[in-house]
């Protein structure tokens, strides 16, 4: 499975932003459909965005649609989440995964995750 590395979280200030990033060392981070989801306390883990492997589909759930954006640079390896507008429930554990596949979709069910960083956004 592919190893993946988390960075970007911290404290933000509400309507703020922050991009999150992914790295997949090691791995071609082309050959996997990726995406991010968040944990908040007490909650279940829930799906925030996926990308296709070309980044050309992108999903996104309807809490976060119109402010939050995936990309990916296949060439550096990289995955990223641009959270704009940030509102204090943005709060969570955001986690990155991948999942590899032959296809080019966006896909909602992973196998590979990262540790998690922590996003906390005040009012």
């Known amino acids: 499975q592919v190893q993946l590395e988390e960075s970007g979280g911290g404290l933000v200030q509400a309507g703020g932003s922050l991009r999150l990033s992914c790295a997949t060392p090691?791995?071609?981070?082309?050959?996997?459909?990726m995406g991010w989801f968040r944990q908040a306390p007490g909650k279940e883990r829930d799906f925030v965005a996926g990308?296709?492997?070309?980044?050309?589909?992108?999903h996104y759930a309807d809490s976060v649609k119109g402010r939050f954006s995936i990309s990916r640079d296949n060439a550096k390896n990289m995955v990223y989440l641009l959270m704009n507008g940030l509102k204090r429930e943005d709060t969570a554990v955001y986690y990155c995964?991948?999942?590899?596949?032959?296809?080019?979709?966006?896909?909602?069910?992973?196998?590979?995750w990262g540790q998690g960083t922590q996003v906390t956004v005040s009012s």
């Open positions: 090691g791995r071609r981070v082309t050959d996997y459909a």
């Open positions: 995964a991948g999942r590899q596949t032959l296809g080019d979709y966006v896909q909602y069910e992973y196998d590979a």
């Open positions: 990308i296709s492997r070309s980044g050309g589909t992108t």
